[in-house]
């Protein structure tokens, strides 16, 4: 059966420091990946999304950038972090058919 | 106009009663429909998909109305563990391989004993 990880699962940063966020998918091959944020109160916001290795597509201009360096492993990274980015980021895998996406555990990011 | 407009609740209801939601979406090209279902500080989880016949999976009933753009979840005999943010979905496709799911923002069910 398939599984997703996510890592870390909770995060304290201060403003102006890197991130990066580990997400990996097993038990399947070729997955959509996807990036995610949900904020306090608020729905689901699509980030970034990859079809493929090294392929990503970016759905919100932000100082957030995406890679997907072998084809189970999706990175979310930053810079530089700013206080708006505080929130709850989600990783989630598809089939290549589209259909339903599963997601894993998530990060709870908390920038100060 | 958001894709995807769900009433946001609360909607509090006791053991037992039977409960409703709503949700309706923009794009008439939309090609496959969800509920999720979120606890609190958790990640989504799929509760079941949304056919054009209407579908049920025990106490839970899924209804899509093509014409109206238009879905519904219907929960029969709550339970506590029902208590959650129930998320609409709705999947409109978008190339060969892709996929872009729309979220509603969740509406709120709190059932208690």
């Known amino acids: 059966s398939q599984t997703i990880h996510q890592w870390p699962a909770t995060l304290v940063q201060p403003v102006g420091s890197p991130l990066s966020l580990e997400c990996t998918v097993e038990g399947t091959s070729n997955p959509n990946l996807y990036w995610y944020r949900q904020a306090a109160g608020r729905g689901l916001q699509l980030l970034f999304y990859?079809?493929?290795?090294?392929?990503i597509s970016s759905e919100v201009p932000q100082n957030l950038s995406a890679s997907r360096p072998q084809d189970r492993q999706f990175i979310l990274s930053s810079k530089k972090l700013l206080l708006s980015d505080s929130g709850f980021y989600l990783c989630a895998w598809s089939d290549r058919v589209p259909g339903s996406q599963y997601f894993g555990p998530g990060t709870r990011l908390l920038v100060l | 106009r958001k894709e995807v407009e769900q009433d946001p609740g609360p909607f509090n209801v006791p053991e037992g009663a039977t409960v409703a939601f709503n949700c309706t979406y923009s794009?008439?090209?939309?090609?496959?429909f969800f509920w999720y279902r979120q606890d609190c500080r958790k990640e989504p989880k799929l509760l079941m998909s949304v056919y054009s016949s209407g579908n049920e999976d025990g106490r839970f009933t899924a209804q899509l109305n093509r014409a109206s753009q238009y879905i519904s979840l219907l929960i029969r005999d709550s339970k506590l563990s029902d208590s959650a943010t129930y998320l609409c979905?709705?999947?409109?496709?978008?190339?060969?391989?892709?996929?872009?799911?729309?979220f509603g923002r969740g509406t709120q069910l709190t059932v208690w004993p």
């Open positions: 794009n008439s090209a939309s090609q496959s």
């Open positions: 990859s079809v493929g290795i090294g392929q």
């Open positions: 979905v709705v999947n409109v496709g978008r190339g060969s391989t892709l996929g872009r799911l729309y």
